[in-house]
């Protein structure tokens, strides 16, 4: 072999190698690119430096204060574009960045002006951000430019309902998502920090999808905190935290915000109690499961599937159902209502698990199939596991059916995951007198079963009527108030002309029977102890037209009036945008008023009251313990054994990770993790070997 | 070491055994692969022994180092257990019968895999398996197969590498395994492993065949 030809193929072999090295080092920036992007040029590489999330859990709201720090890798500016799930019931009511090192405070302004200034700027290098809700289930934030190794600094801060069960309460900051079809990690610190208050003694608290990863401490029985820290922490995954009460919160409660210069705002939040305890049974159950494509995302359909499967298990003897899985057609497994037998429950499991995920999306045609297992003596329940996203047009023909639905049928929507069309799986449970329940894929799914079974065996209140008596009550939200379930509170929020005592009674029926729930309250002259609930308030009407528009098909009428109370109350809508400027001046140059640094100056001081009083109870908790044994804050924490993560798990285990053992719930084939794929390959090249041994040898 | 004849393929070969029975002769790679069955079975079957060796994040960077390489002979069950040892083995006597030399793919893959999974996939905390071993196997003997073969039959080993090298990309940008497989829902899929594995067995196969090309690994050394 000559010399040239030797480094020919000296060339082929390693060109080859080099080629799936690229690949492989290509493969990892993939994973690395996460959901924070260079956009607008040929791409570029950011990365997000620290990730820093607060959150205080009090009054029954969470309020989660997220800051990150981004870098640019790259020798030129860059706009980065950070992509990031829509938190359930989530109104972003703050956004703010570092400019010259001055916090600069964002306002919220009419959408398409937003985005309009914010072009305006680019070409001219200053430093605007802007943040806005891209459809129903994404926001982005933009910032330009981020200079050559620059940082940058930004701030949001959103207010969202806790969710509570019983006597669970559940927070979860989502992270997972397929928006941008990869992960994100951070490239230093993560941490999070949360601070659960309640009037209700603590029990207990956990993490359930990180639960070794939290160093949770119990200060006193109304004060939990939980802290975690990594480095290099992975942002792809939701983080759940979840804490018992020693009992429910049952009854009526009432806290208000009064500013002194307009008229105030209450929240009240009934949750009932022995009304609901009465069980019932002997009900027909109709779980429907979607196996469109889109829910092979994230393993929607596997955590759905065992969903459905969890649910069967706690069905009663009396009570019947069936399961159908659709995606354009439905397919019933048993062509009718059954009894419930241990056989039919593994029939049902053979039968989920037989489903894959592919095809489009047609609700409607499942939910007819559904609905004609209705019998007019029995109540059916149409359970749902989907994620929604279903055409436009299929949605109004879908709500026709629901409001057309037989006598004693009810739909409740179970949403896996953060990629999920929560405002059409609410609407479908709200107009047939359900609920929709939405459930993280770092949670405990067989809690989050038990507790949605729950609802369906105990007696829903319907026909709720709300009476206030003084206060010149007005504006109240939901203007129609829905079913009260067992374990859920519903919370009413409304305006109030005068201070002063009021009386509020809430009237409904339970299997036939009145009930009335009463509270009396001292509406203040002035407090601003709580001014959360006036957003809170703004945000429930806003997503009250919204619903409305949708209904009725357009949303023409209605974008005004959000537009309005999105800028009057600094609320990020999908009609109104953060945007922020270098300085007051530039925004004066806009005619954009100051409201929202107005409203975070008032914000902010009412939290750090609450933020005193936290540490007070901190303080004689070391003083209770001795200094040795004193409760860790976060500043206190050891830092990390390693450079990991913090690291998911299920309750059955340590978290286990492996290149070919999946997350997914695929049915047992027999074959290893390598696939039998990988096993028929190999089998194929030993018989294929061992024959042309045996050709050779004759 | 005495130099075989040359095979069809202008290499040294198998052909050799046409030429008469020769007396078993156990080489010192035959006999470490054999080792690495034997142990994979052995902690399989000792009940602590997979949590006792697998690749851990924190107990790594606490000092336990031969958990990089111990990682790879712990499994999540005997179905994992079966699967990988079943494809190792195959993968490696057919490469070793087509050229040998295969433990090196298996020793470089193994600090590749580790390495990988230790640089590039942060959010495992534990990692289990010979999979990634595997696939260095693979690309080891498809580049040394590429390397003899010409026309057709290069094309479709090289066919096959295109489709190894999509699938595994996949499951790294997604996270998702492309193709059924039969652990717990709460192992994630480290397709960034897979891939390093592959990109490590086939450099292993192209340094390997341009150096004997050179003269500098001599023929004999590879014959089986």
């Not at chain 1, 339970?510 to 729930?517: E, F, L, Q």
Request: with cysteine.
């Amino acid at each position: 072999m000559n010399a040239s030809t030797s480094l020919t193929r000296s060339s082929r072999y390693l060109g080859a190698a080099a080629l799936v090295a690229v690949l492989v080092w290509s493969g990892s920036t993939v994973r690395g690119a996460g959901l924070l992007i260079a956009d607008g040029g040929l791409g570029g590489v950011l990365e997000i430096q620290e990730h820093h999330v607060h959150v205080t859990l009090n009054n029954g709201v969470a309020v989660t204060e997220v800051t990150q720090v981004f870098r640019n890798t790259e020798n030129r500016p860059v706009e980065a574009l950070y992509t990031f799930p829509v938190p359930k019931g989530a109104s972003v009511a703050d956004f703010s960045m570092w400019i010259n090192g001055q916090e600069m405070v964002g306002e919220v302004v009419e959408k398409a002006r937003a985005r309009q200034v914010y072009e305006s700027y680019k070409p001219r290098r200053k430093d605007p951000g802007l943040l806005e809700q891209k459809d129903y289930k994404t926001f982005e934030m933009r910032i330009f430019p981020i200079g050559p190794g620059a940082e940058q600094k930004v701030r949001l801060r959103y207010y969202q309902e806790l969710e509570v069960d019983d006597d669970i309460a559940t927070y979860v900051y989502p992270l997972s998502t397929t928006t941008t079809g990869a992960r994100a990690a951070t490239a230093g610190r993560l941490s999070l920090t949360v601070h659960a208050r309640s009037p209700v003694p603590i029990a207990s608290m956990e993490s359930p999808s990180h639960r070794e990863a939290f160093v949770i401490v119990g200060h006193d029985d109304t004060y939990f905190q939980a802290s975690l820290e990594s480095r290099r922490g992975d942002l792809g995954r939701d983080f759940v935290l979840a804490y018992r009460l020693t009992r429910p919160r049952t009854g009526l409660d009432v806290i208000a915000s009064k500013p002194s210069n307009e008229d105030g705002y209450l929240c009240a939040t009934l949750t009932a109690g022995e009304e609901l305890a009465a069980k019932r049974s002997g009900m027909d159950y109709a779980f429907i499961l979607d196996v469109s494509g889109s829910m092979a995302e994230e393993n929607k359909i596997g955590l759905s599937r065992r969903g459905i499967a969890a649910f069967t298990e706690t069905l009663g003897a009396d009570d019947r159902f069936e399961v159908i899985a659709f995606n354009v057609v439905p397919q019933a497994l048993f062509s009718g209502l059954r009894e419930v037998t241990a056989g039919r429950q593994a029939e049902a499991a053979r039968f989920l698990a037989a489903q894959t995920a592919k095809g489009g999306t047609e609700l409607r045609s499942a939910l007819a199939a559904a609905y004609r297992l209705a019998e007019p003596d029995r109540t059916l329940n149409v359970v749902f596991l989907s994620d929604g996203l279903a055409e436009q047009g299929d949605r109004q023909a879908l709500l026709a059916m629901i409001r057309q639905r037989p006598a004693g049928s009810r739909v409740f929507c179970i949403g896996v995951g953060n990629d999920v069309n929560r405002a059409l799986l609410e609407q479908m449970a709200e107009d047939s007198g359900g609920l929709a329940s939405f459930i993280s894929l770092s949670d405990d799914l067989q809690r989050q079963a038990e507790a949605f079974r729950r609802k369906l065996v105990h007696p829903a209140a319907s026909e709720l009527t709300l009476n206030f008596e003084g206060g010149g009550v007005y504006d109240v939200e939901p203007a129609t108030l829905p079913n009260l379930y067992h374990g859920t509170p519903l919370r009413i929020y409304a305006r109030y002309r005068g201070a002063g005592p009021t009386t509020i009674t809430v009237r409904g029926n339970v299997n036939g029977k009145d009930v009335a729930w009463t509270a009396k309250a001292d509406l203040p002259a002035k407090d601003d102890a709580n001014p959360e609930i006036e957003r809170m308030w703004a945000w429930h009407r806003v997503q009250r037209l919204l619903k409305e528009a949708d209904r009725a098909g357009s949303r023409e009428s209605v974008v005004a009036e959000v537009v309005r109370l999105g800028e009057a109350y600094s609320i990020a809508t999908e009609h109104t945008s953060f945007i922020v400027l270098e300085n007051d001046g530039e925004y004066k140059r806009w005619a954009i008023e100051r409201r929202s640094a107005l409203r975070l100056q008032r914000d902010r001081q009412a939290r750090e009251v609450l933020a005193r009083q936290l540490e007070t109870i901190r303080d004689k908790a070391v003083a209770r313990r001795g200094a040795e044994r004193a409760a860790p804050t976060l500043s206190d924490l050891p830092p990390p054994e390693a450079p990991a993560t913090a690291s998911p798990q299920t309750n059955t285990g340590p978290p286990r990770a492996s290149s070919d053992s999946p997350r997914w719930n695929w049915p047992k084939l027999g074959g290893g993790p390598v696939g039998p794929v990988g096993v028929a390959f190999a089998a194929v090249l030993v018989v294929a070997e061992l024959l042309r041994r045996r050709k050779v040898h004759r | 070491m005495t130099q075989a004849p040359a095979t069809s393929e202008g290499r040294s070969g198998p052909t050799a055994l046409a030429a008469g029975k020769r007396p078993l002769r156990l080489r010192w790679s035959t006999l470490a692969l054999a080792a690495i069955l034997v142990a994979t079975v052995l902690v399989q079957a000792w009940p602590e022994g997979a949590a006792a060796l697998e690749f851990d994040r924190r107990k790594i960077a606490a000092g336990q180092w031969w958990r990089l390489v111990s990682g790879h002979l712990a499994h999540y069950g005997w179905p994992h257990m079966a699967a990988d040892m079943g494809v190792f083995a195959a993968l490696c006597w057919v490469a070793e019968r087509r050229g040998g030399g295969v433990a090196w793919a298996v020793a470089l893959g193994g600090v590749a895999v580790s390495a990988a999974v230790y640089g590039w996939a942060p959010e495992a905390d534990a990692y289990r398996g010979m999979s990634g071993v595997d696939s260095a196997v693979f690309g080891y003997l498809v580049v040394t197969r590429v390397g003899r073969l010409g026309g057709l039959k290069a094309a479709a080993w090289l066919t096959v590498l295109a489709l190894a090298i999509g699938r595994f990309v996949f499951e790294t940008a997604t996270g998702r395994p492309l193709l059924p497989t039969s652990l717990p829902d709460d192992i994630a899929v480290i397709g960034i492993a897979h891939l390093a594995g592959l990109a490590a067995g086939c450099l292993t196969a192209a340094v390997r065949e341009a150096a004997a090309d050179d003269g500098t690994v001599g023929r004999a050394a590879r014959a089986s």
